[in-house]
């Protein structure tokens, strides 16, 4: 079936390192990809996207790859800080339609260890 | 800039009990507008979207409603609230018009069913 799904439900990094966030996708049509951090007792916070005619794409601190050929995409976050303490999820959009039709992943834990 | 707003932030409402909870979006006009559900450590589902204004579509059978009176706002209703309608709620908004586009999201509403 179709689905959104991440390598790894927790990650715990040391501060200052980087981290490296992986999802997996399975609709080789979809075409939108968004990366959300979700702070306890919030609401998802946009964080980046990638357009599926790009491989990579950057902004502060962070870079989303995309590798259309397995269905891969990854959140990498340099210089991992405290407040990047969060649950991050991948979520495809397969808007072609009126609204935008998102799937989200499980969600991936990182915690920063000070 | 465009903000969205969610009340109230908790409510502990007992088993049959009636739910209305509303979402307002600022500083946009004629959003494409979202519910979703969140189960403790899990991923976003998708309640309701709609379009326009009167115009509601549901994702999944279930015991809730919703309804949008006016172009920024939306509403999230029970007639009788079930003990399985416990979970974080999320609104969300994302421009009309445009494919791949992000959704952005408010800070959600925490209701437990006792």
């Known amino acids: 079936g179709e689905s959104v799904g991440l390598h790894l439900p927790t990650l715990s990094v040391q501060e200052g390192d980087n981290s490296i966030i992986n999802c997996a996708y399975s609709?080789?049509?979809?075409?939108?990809f968004i990366w959300y951090k979700q702070e306890s007792g919030k609401g998802p916070q946009f964080i980046i996207d990638?357009?599926?005619?790009?491989d990579k794409r950057q902004g502060q601190r962070v870079t989303v790859l995309l590798n259309k050929t397995v269905k891969h995409l990854s959140l990498q976050i340099a210089a991992t800080q405290p407040g990047d303490s969060a649950v991050y999820f991948c979520?495809?959009?397969?808007?072609?339609?009126?609204?935008?039709?998102?799937?989200f992943g499980p969600g991936t834990s990182l915690s920063v260890i000070p | 800039s465009q903000t969205i707003h969610q009340w109230p932030a908790t409510l502990v409402q007992p088993v049959g009990s009636p739910l209305s909870l509303e979402c307002t979006v600022e500083?946009?006009?004629?959003?494409?507008l979202y519910w979703y559900r969140q189960a403790a450590g899990r991923g976003l589902q998708l309640l309701f979207y709609?379009?326009?204004?009167?115009?509601i579509s549901s994702e999944v059978p279930q015991n809730l409603s919703a309804s949008r009176p006016q172009d920024r706002q939306f509403i999230l209703s029970s007639k009788k609230l079930l003990l399985s309608d416990s979970g974080f709620y999320l609104c969300?908004?994302?421009?009309?018009?445009?494919?791949?586009?992000?959704?952005?999201f408010g800070d959600g509403t925490r209701l437990s069913i006792l």
């Open positions: 969300a908004w994302s421009l009309r018009g445009l494919v791949n586009q992000p959704q952005h």
């Open positions: 609709n080789s049509a979809s075409d939108y």
């Open positions: 990638i357009r599926s005619n790009m």
């Open positions: 979520a495809e959009n397969r808007g072609k339609t009126s609204y935008d039709k998102v799937i």
């Open positions: 500083g946009t006009s004629n959003p494409n």
């Open positions: 709609s379009v326009g204004i009167g115009q």
